[in-house]
């Protein structure tokens, strides 16, 4: 899987977007990218994924480049229960048997 | 809507313990996985069982041994447990390996080897 390379920490104010980019530059065809985070000592919680188009769901919206080389997780309006570490992930599950590779993520910290 | 339920949730261990931790899934998934995270870390693939019946080796499994029990539970067993097996390990599990989409993952278990 493709080795993807994040900020190590954000800070948003409550109420704002938060936009977490994440860079992939080395992304194959088949790859997925992926957003997951972590809130404090939990497991972690799927948000989403895309491979080519935009995607968003009730949680956030992932905004993938026409290169695919990057993309951006948007969490529209941040709250205090947000603040987690987020983690991207370059993955192809039909050939990786399921063996998801977490980095260090992203620190988002939300602020009242 | 229990999802993937661990046990125990924490642990102290002495050094050359062992001890088994339990994993269940509710979703009818077929694939399972053991990761662990050390602090400030992100999360290792000890082992995983694509399906029922299978098991393989992730990055990390010196120290472990897992059993697919049946399709619902995955366990991961320390032998002789050392202090650098100390961590929070966390179960999950996927409906297929060739699916792209979101896995569900347990809320850990705490484990402090001493």
């Known amino acids: 899987d493709a080795k993807t390379t994040q900020p190590p920490s954000m800070d948003c104010a409550e109420g704002r977007a938060a936009n977490l980019p994440c860079n992939h530059s080395t992304i194959s065809g088949n790859e997925y990218v992926y957003w997951y985070r972590q809130i404090h000592s939990q497991g972690p919680q799927y948000i989403i994924h895309?491979?080519?188009n935009n995607e968003t769901n009730e949680m956030a919206s992932l905004i993938i480049t026409e290169d695919r080389k990057s993309s951006t997780l948007i969490l529209p309006h941040a709250t205090l229960r947000d603040t987690a570490v987020y983690y991207c992930?370059?993955?192809?599950?039909?050939?990786?048997?399921?063996?998801?590779?977490f980095g260090q993520g992203t620190i988002l910290t939300v602020h009242p | 809507n229990a999802g993937v339920t661990q046990t125990p949730k924490f642990q102290v261990l002495k050094t050359g313990q062992s001890m088994t931790l339990q994993c269940a899934q509710d979703m009818n998934h077929n694939s399972m996985y053991w990761y662990r995270q050390d602090p400030g870390m992100g999360l290792r693939l000890i082992y995983y069982?694509?399906?029922?019946?299978?098991?393989d080796k992730g990055e990390v499994p010196n120290g472990y041994n897992v059993s697919r029990l049946n399709k619902r539970e995955f366990s991961l067993r320390l032998e002789s447990a050392a202090p650098s097996q100390t961590s929070v390990y966390f179960c999950a599990s996927s409906d297929r390996p060739g699916a792209n989409y979101g896995y569900t993952f347990g809320s850990g278990t705490r484990l402090t080897v001493v």
């Open positions: 895309g491979l080519k």
């Open positions: 992930i370059a993955f192809a599950g039909g050939t990786s048997y399921g063996k998801l590779t």
């Open positions: 069982s694509a399906s029922e019946g299978t098991t």
